[in-house]
């Protein structure tokens, strides 16, 4: 059964950092690709949230334009972690982060953590 939990989200200001975690249940990363994705105000509609970063697999990384530079999305297989790294944050940056786990196309969802950019 997997299960996903996030934490890390706060109130920052521009420019400050903040490191997310997503403990990922019965997860395994080397079958699983793992994501963060976000939504201005948290939709629960899967299709309106924006990507963020991944990892997959193999390890390699990707990111979404907006975030590029900026965030860094890591795995800590001996905690079953997944982090995003979030630096530079802006005011635009605001919103709720989901950490996705995606086995061929079969998605699972946290229930998100809430990031706020604002001075």
């Known amino acids: 059964q997997v299960q996903l939990v996030e934490s890390g989200g706060g109130l920052v200001q521009p420019g400050g950092s903040l490191r997310l975690s997503c403990v990922a249940s019965?997860?395994?990363?080397?079958?699983?690709?793992m994501a963060w994705y976000r939504h201005p105000s948290g939709d629960e509609r899967v299709e309106e949230r924006e990507?963020?970063?991944?990892?997959?697999?193999?390890?390699?990384?990707n990111y979404g334009n907006s975030v590029k530079g900026r965030f860094t999305i890591s795995t800590d297989n001996a905690k079953n972690t997944v982090y995003l790294q979030m630096n530079n944050l802006k005011p635009e940056d605001t919103g709720v982060y989901y950490c996705?786990?995606?086995?061929?196309?079969?998605?699972?969802w946290g229930q998100g953590t809430q990031v706020t950019v604002s001075s």
């Open positions: 996705n786990a995606d086995l061929a196309g079969c998605d699972y």
């Open positions: 990507f963020v970063a991944v990892s997959t697999t193999t390890g390699r990384t």
């Open positions: 019965g997860v395994d990363f080397g079958v699983y690709h």
